[in-house]
């Protein structure tokens, strides 16, 4: 009877872990500043840790958000991103933000997912039409315009977009719920990664004429991050 309320308990443990890794895990120490050197960190999270003794105000600070990016490029897009890469005492803190800059009249921050994140994004200028889908089978879409002041959520891992539905330039601020959030632009990802998906794949996938798909992958598919 023991041993079975053992393996019981030992199942219970096993299903609840991911659900309690679902984001970053939680700090052991008030911070880890990300150092590059290994000579003198200790690896934490990814990155190895600064000595907190030889910590300074630049390890946690970023300037420049303020400052609109240019958004002549394919999609009309600009995210600029402030995570552990820009500010390294983001280390083991489970948060990071980005803004994201729009051109008018259509700039589209494209169908996109974050493996490691929840995004909540506030819309400062513009007017913006966001969504997301939900995961198989409902493959739901979830979607609404947005003003200045307005705010959405997209869960982790779940492929979302915005795009700018007015004549003048957006700004939103977005916070992801990961020091390191990452993204996967949906047709980056599948027509354009290196080396080449074979057509064939594709073909079957998206029920598309094998010519489609190959001028599709010949395209050269923009990052805006």
Known sequence: MKSAHFILAFCLLALASPLAYASDPSPLQDFCVAINDPKDGVFVNGKFCKDPKLAKAEDFYYSGLNIPRNTSNPVGSTVTPVNVAQIPGLNTLGISLVRIDYAPNGGLNPPHTHPRATEILVVVEGTLYVGFVTSNTDNRLIAKVLYPGDV??????????????????????????????????????????????????????????????????????????
């Open 152 to 225: 959405f959520v997209f869960p982790i891992g779940l492929i979302h977009f915005q795009f700018n539905v007015g004549k003048t330039k957006a700004v939103a601020f977005a916070g992801l719920s990961s020091q390191n959030p990452g993204v996967i632009t949906i047709a980056n990802a599948v027509f354009g990664p290196n080396p080449s998906i074979n057509p064939d794949i594709l073909v079957k996938a998206f029920q598309l004429d094998k010519y489609v798909v190959k001028k599709l992958q010949s395209k050269f598919w923009w990052a805006n991050n």
